[in-house]
């Protein structure tokens, strides 16, 4: 069975650090790009940090460029997105998409990936 396992979540301070973990089983991580997006109350589904097949190439939405780093260990066939400096704007509900990619580029484009899994929620408050 395909699946993407999310964990990392909880309540933070602002300031704070979380990092959230992307597990994959049933599928070798290095033939997909992975996209981590987030989704909060009343507001569209947004990408937050995408990186390619290879793991070399990366992208970051404005609002966490600096805070925040995305990364992939194939051996352990996990993608973490680690973050720093959270602010309250980025409580949400996080989740990890894969999309079997042939080149290698990353997808901001939610609606592109093939696989989600089941979010993990990140408040951000004192």
């Known amino acids: 069975q395909l699946q993407l396992v999310e964990s990392g979540g909880g309540l933070v301070q602002p300031g704070g650090s979380l990092r959230l973990s992307c597990a994959a089983s049933g599928f070798p991580l290095n033939y997909y790009a992975i996209g981590w997006f987030r989704q909060a109350p009343g507001k569209e589904r947004e990408a937050v940090s995408c990186i390619n097949r290879g793991g070399g190439s990366t992208h970051y939405a404005d609002s966490v460029k600096g805070r925040f780093t995305i990364s992939k260990v194939h051996a352990e066939n996990t993608v973490y997105l680690q973050m720093n400096s959270l602010k309250p704007e980025d409580t949400a509900v996080y989740y990890c998409?894969?999309?079997?990619?042939?080149?290698?580029?990353?997808?901001?484009?939610?609606?592109?990936?093939?696989?989600w899994g089941q979010g993990t929620q990140v408040t951000v408050s004192s």
């Open positions: 998409a894969a999309k079997w990619s042939s080149l290698n580029g990353w997808y901001t484009d939610a609606a592109s990936y093939d696989l």
